[in-house]
């Protein structure tokens, strides 16, 4: 069974712009979580998204938004970009395990640099 | 407000040490779940172990273990006999509330990195 992935794996872009990462989850996978992973910040929790909608939201500002699409693949996407938010962005589907928790698997997420 | 913190920043040993990663929480919650997962260089995070606040019984898993204690919020990691391939950064991580067992929206701790030496 394919993993997680994640596409692009590196991206490089300049303040002002605006960039848009996807996720692929496991196939039959329908939760989509999203993190951003800084040296200072570490990882901290973006949103997570189920059956297409929007079902848990960290505190980022209104720049992050994403979306699912009917197949469980999500966007992410960051406008008007800044410099601190070069980070590692980390994209991770679940499914529920036989003892009625969840377990997520992550993908290897996107490096974004914007300079 | 939930918290995790992993106060070893950086850990190194050599290879056959026994090492301890520690991990101290906050939270208000009388039901939560905590988590361990390992992120080697590829960036990839690995899950490891998931624990709810009702299960303080110790686990071991091969070379694995983990020491749960509510009286003092904490949810350690012990790696014995440790090898090369153990290298890699090792986050704590906290979910608590409803459906705080579907871990999808973690607090996570800083990190340990852990170097193993040939």
């Known amino acids: 069974k394919a993993g997680v992935t994640q596409t692009p794996r590196y991206l490089i872009k300049t303040r002002g712009q605006q960039v848009t990462l996807s996720c692929s989850p496991i196939s039959g996978h329908r939760s989509v979580s999203w993190y951003q992973q800084t040296p200072g910040q570490g990882l901290q929790f973006l949103f997570e998204?189920?059956?297409?909608?929007?079902?848990n939201k960290g505190n980022f500002p209104g720049r992050f938004s994403g979306r699912q699409f009917s197949n469980s693949r999500s966007e992410m996407n960051v406008s008007t970009l800044e410099l601190g938010d070069s980070a590692l962005y980390l994209c991770?589907?679940?499914?529920?395990?036989?003892?009625?928790?969840?377990?997520?698997?992550f993908g290897p997420g996107t490096r974004l640099t914007v300079l | 407000a939930q918290k995790v913190t992993q106060a070893q920043t950086e850990i190194s040993v050599v290879e056959k040490e026994d090492v301890t990663l520690d991990c101290v929480y906050e939270t208000r919650d009388t039901t939560y779940y905590l988590f361990w997962y390992k992120q080697p260089p590829s960036g990839e995070l690995v899950f490891l172990i998931r624990?709810?606040?009702?299960d303080e019984q110790n686990e071991i898993s091969g070379r694995y273990s983990w020491n749960f204690q509510k009286s003092t919020s904490s949810f350690n990691f012990t790696i014995t006999a440790s090898q090369v391939v153990d290298s890699a950064v090792y986050f704590c991580a906290l979910s608590e509330g409803p459906g705080a067992g579907n871990n999808r929206k973690l607090i996570w701790g800083l990190g340990t990195s852990l170097a193993v030496n040939p």
């Open positions: 624990r709810n606040s009702f």
């Open positions: 991770a589907s679940s499914v529920r395990n036989t003892k009625g928790g969840n377990e997520q698997f």
């Open positions: 998204y189920f059956s297409e909608t929007q079902r």
